[in-house]
């Protein structure tokens, strides 16, 4: 008997959640034809507009057909029925609910009101240009792709480099070793350029140890010893070199454009929130 409740309540729960739904029937009180325009299902005479299910189509990114409208519009008429019960039963005033209302609440007024008055500078199509010619003349001959390996200590260092002498490939061992996000892609990195000798804070992001590692090797070639990153040892591989690539400015001019107001925007954020924080009074 308790795993029948169980599966009821699981059932239930996936419905809300839009996982499944059946299809309610048609009542004869309330038959399609007579719903006001721009409704698409009244429950307990509580209406369902028809924009709310345009929204519930848009966020599914799947193609408008029938039989999706049918699906999504049935999920809607199982969660109103679920919200109108849980209403009647009181659900409303617990805390639980409360805390999730409140939190929503907070959120909501917070971003209208930081979206009314934080202001971005405007970027300028100079700015743009400007910053495409900063990155072309920051550019070196050649473009490199690498392939790392970071790990937390010596010992595994070894254990790496040990596995590569053995024939081990190098993004089996970054999947299994690598305490980096792109060891999921066996420590593959996006193709870079850069001025040889590599010098601090002109690598194209790359740490400077990695970079100067990666001018010295081979195609294919792996750095013999880890290099030191901070408190990591990285184990390097020169994937593929080739003359670099300078994309022309009609193709890149949207990217930049769209950096440079995402750092507007932050500073613009970062000098709003240093004024309230300047005229408030804060205990800690």
């Not at 473009?143 to 970071?150: L, W």
Request: charged content about 20%; glycine content about 6%.
């Amino acid at each position: 008997m308790k795993f029948q409740h169980w599966t009821t309540f699981a059932a239930a729960t996936a419905l809300y959640l839009g996982l499944t739904a059946p299809v309610p029937a048609q009542t004869a009180s309330a038959p399609a034809a007579s719903l006001p325009a721009g409704t698409v299902a009244i429950i307990n005479g509580v209406s369902i507009p028809q924009a709310q299910l345009d929204a519930a189509v848009q966020a599914t990114r799947q193609p408008d057909t029938p039989q999706l409208r049918q699906a999504l519009k049935a999920q809607l008429i199982t969660r109103e029925l679920f919200r109108q019960n849980a209403e009647k039963a009181g659900y409303g005033n617990k805390p639980e609910v409360q805390q999730v209302i409140n939190a929503t609440k907070v959120n909501a007024e917070s971003q209208l009101y930081l979206k009314d008055n934080i202001h971005p500078d405007a970027v300028t199509d100079a700015q743009v240009k400007s910053r495409y010619d900063e990155i072309v003349a920051s550019l070196g001959k050649d473009d490199y792709r690498p392939r790392i390996i970071a790990v937390a200590d010596a010992m595994t260092a070894a254990t790496v480099l040990g596995g590569l002498k053995a024939g081990k490939s190098f993004d089996v061992l970054a999947r299994q070793y690598s305490i980096t996000p792109d060891k999921a892609n066996g420590g593959e990195l996006p193709w870079v350029s850069f001025k040889a000798p590599a010098a601090e804070g002109k690598t194209s992001g790359l740490p400077l140890p990695v970079a100067q590692a990666l001018t010295q090797l081979p195609v294919g070639g792996v750095t013999p010893e880890p290099v030191i990153v901070g408190n990591a040892r990285v184990i390097v591989k020169l994937d593929a070199k080739r003359p670099t690539q300078v994309p022309k400015f009609d193709q890149v001019k949207d990217t930049i454009r769209q950096q440079l107001q995402a750092l507007a925007l932050e500073k613009a954020s970062a000098q709003f929130t240093a004024g309230l924080l300047k005229n408030a009074t804060i205990q800690q």
